[in-house]
């Protein structure tokens, strides 16, 4: 089976093709196409293609993780949205939470109040109510909803979200307001509540449909396009999106819900760097994913992946109350700017992107950023960026950083670059912190993975500066995030709110909710074509004391009788309450506010080949010696340091720091005091040499 996965980036579209039959991976990396992601996707696939010797007709699945919908969020060209809900609650999604967005701000300006995702006019009321219970209250006023549809359509509105008062208990009114837009509206793309995100909490349930309904026209086309280009070429593949969740999906389902494609991208990486964490022999990793525009952070404790609490989920300040793996994203890339605000030295976290991209590419860019410091400082070699596809302009990097920060700042060339270097290095060092010691994690009992085009050329300063011991670094850096698209199975979360105490709950009735959620993701699975044996269903629990405002995921034991799967829940809760907060109440009643299933197809197997063996010398693969700028004894100084090509580098072979480890994709700093060996997986494993004696 040929699979091909492509991860689109701010600056670069990744792309892997990987025949599991030859064992055989070819890797491509094309800037991206702003205007037209799809643009760079098939220009890079088609040229990934014929590097290969593989017809586009041969793919049989293609993967696919895209920053087209975040895109749509932070560039606010969403559809125009509309908004049916019940009569009293329109102004919801507008006065948000109590909880302030700025706490001490005096002047708060809350994205989602200076840029709505509907507007006022727009947001209808009409006559409804159902109760807490389930129960109708006050019927549904067709005549009302009628008339608020007959005006969206004469106000050229093109996307309608239907945001009842709990209808995740009774949707039979959301549900017959999208049987009347369909007779007066049917070009009107509809999102119900109660199918986004069929759970209490009306602010974040209304709002997570409206951003469904704000995005979805725009990426349902972007998915369209895409799939008619991929058509035209020969590639009949079924397509495959990946999910925040960390699962892909067909494009029914990301049409039918693209605000679960919102962080697609730092999902993958997490994937595919706890994967690689486990070739190297490590239980607990943390990910570091640097591209051209970002930098994303998550942590796997014992390998697992960690989900966002539902109420943290949000994107660019608008709330997305679905499961999310946990992968914390700052303003930190190859692309960064480094500029001078009010006499202070800062380094992002706006970004230069692809295009005009950082002055050494030569496409209009006119400000210094990271990738120019290291173009500067040596670490990166002018004549094999992209294995020597892209040119570069050295000498307008030097330009940009002594007009733009040496001349400003009155520094020498060298402080300036390596003060930006140092200034993004430590906007990381922060976040890791908060990901990990600020959730109780010790990073000296983490490895630290390394990847994206600029995560290794950081790594080092960064578990230096955190005491982490071990550092890995894939085989394919720059393209880990789209190997973590082959990693990721097909899987969709199905969830209800029950609100029902441990004690007082019917173990039978918790049973009939789980195997009616779990009959939908059967139908939803065998549907895309999964036979039974490729099939598997998990159940998780949302889970708190009596009394507390949040909920902990707990996955849920099906083993043995309905009772005995309710006392196991029971005890796993309070384990992991424990895990979390380090104390734990047995003694207390507990509430399952949420169940979730989560139904999961099985893809092809990922099998990664062991390479080469050779001896602890790398002399075979050093290339070339330059000299590269670091900081010693707190001064800059250039030092001659050797080069090595990776892919020379076999099992066993030891590079010892300083020294660079160049391949198309990605560029590793080995630095002072550390040495990498490759292991039989071709992982580059470093650490400090002090740690032997």
């Known amino acids: 089976m040929k699979c091909v996965g492509v991860d689109v980036g701010g600056t670069f579209t990744d792309l892997i093709l990987m025949d599991d039959e030859k064992g055989t991976v070819f890797t491509h990396k094309v800037p991206s196409t702003p205007r037209d992601p799809s643009v760079g996707t098939l220009n890079g696939l088609l040229e990934l293609c014929k590097t290969a010797d593989v017809q586009p007709s041969e793919i049989s699945l293609f993967f696919h993780g895209t920053t087209e919908a975040t895109n749509i969020v932070i560039e606010h060209r969403g559809a125009k949205t509309g908004m049916i809900t019940t009569k009293g609650f329109r102004d919801i999604v507008y006065i948000g939470r109590q909880k302030r967005y700025l706490t001490y701000s005096v002047q708060i300006d809350p994205p989602w109040q200076k840029h709505p995702l509907v507007l006022r006019r727009y947001r209808l009321p009409v006559t ?91 990426v349902a086309k972007y998915i369209k396009n895409l799939k008619q280009a991929l058509r035209s070429r020969g590639v009949e593949a079924e397509l495959l999106l990946m999910q925040s969740s960390g699962g892909t999906a067909s494009t029914a ?7 679960t494609l919102l962080t697609s991208g730092p999902a993958a990486g997490l994937i595919a760097g706890t994967k690689f964490g486990q070739l190297a022999g490590f239980e607990n990793i943390i990910t570091l994913d640097v591209g051209g525009t970002s930098a994303d952070i998550g942590v796997s404790p014992r390998g697992v992946m960690r989900y966002k609490y539902l109420l943290d989920t949000k994107i660019r300040g608008y709330h997305a109350m679905l499961p999310t793996l946990d992968v914390d994203t700052i303003g930190a890339g190859g692309g960064s700017v480094a500029h001078v605000e009010q006499g202070v030295y800062k380094v992002g976290p706006r970004s230069a992107g692809a295009k005009p991209g950082p002055a050494c590419y030569g496409l209009g860019g006119v400000e210094p950023t990271v990738t120019d410091a290291h173009i500067v400082a040596g670490r990166l070699n002018p004549d094999y960026m992209l294995g020597g596809r892209v040119k570069v302009y050295p000498q307008r990097s030097k330009k940009v950083f002594e007009e733009k920060v040496c001349h400003v700042l009155g520094l020498k060339l060298e402080e300036a670059v390596l003060g930006a270097i140092r200034i993004v290095n430590h906007n990381m060092t922060l976040a890791m912190e908060m990901n990990s010691i600020g959730r109780g994690y010790d990073p000296r009992d983490f490895a630290l993975v390394a990847f994206g085009g600029a995560g290794p050329l950081h790594a080092c300063e ?58 939908k993701a059967y139908q939803r699975l ?31 034991h099906t083993a043995g009788a309905a009772e005995e799967t309710l006392k196991n829940l029971v005890q796993e809760f309070h384990r992991t309450h424990h895990r979390e907060y380090g104390v734990s109440f047995p003694e207390r009643e507990i509430e399952i506010v949420h169940i979730h299933v989560l139904g999961v197809g099985k893809t092809s197997p990922f099998v990664w080949k062991r390479i080469e063996r050779g001896t602890e010398k790398p002399d075979s693969a050093l290339k070339a010696e330059r000299k590269v700028l670091f900081e010693v004894d ?60």
């Open 128 to 218: 409804e109510r159902i109760g807490a219970d389930g129960k109708v209250l006050v019927p549904l006023d067709e005549e009302e909803v009628a008339e608020a549809i007959r005006k969206l359509k004469k106000e050229k509105v093109v996307s309608i979200a239907v945001c009842f008062l709990n209808s995740y208990i009774n949707p039979v009114h959301e549900d017959r307001v999208q049987r009347l837009i369909a007779e007066i509206y049917p070009e009107a793309y509809v999102s119900l509540s109660h199918g986004i995100i069929n759970q209490y909490r009306e602010y974040e349930r209304f709002n997570t449909t409206c951003l469904n309904a704000y995005i979805g026209p725009v």
């Open 462 to 519: 960064i578990a230096r500066e955190l005491a982490i011991p071990h550092i890995v670094v894939p085989p394919l850096p720059g393209i880990t995030s789209a190997i973590g698209l082959l990693l990721a199975d097909v899987s969709y979360d199905y969830s209800m709110t029950i609100m029902q105490a441990s004690k007082g709950l019917d173990p039978e009735k918790l049973e009939e909710h789980f195997t009616e959620l779990e009959e």
């Open 526 to 556: 065998r549907g895309d074509g999964f036979a039974d044996d490729k099939i598997s269903i998990h159940r998780i629990a949302e889970c708190r004391y009596r009394g507390q405002s949040y909920e902990l995921r707990v996955p849920l």
């Open 253 to 259: 389902w990301a049409v039918e819900k693209p605000v």
């Open 634 to 693: 707190g001064e800059p100084q250039w030092v001659q340091t050797p080069c090595y090509e990776r892919g020379d580098l076999r099992a066993g072979n030891v590079v010892k720091g300083p020294a660079i480890v160049e391949q198309p994709d990605s560029t590793t700093l080995i630095d002072f005091g550390y040495k990498a060996e490759v292991d039989d997986y071709g992982n580059l494993i470093i650490k400090a040499e002090s740690e032997e004696h």
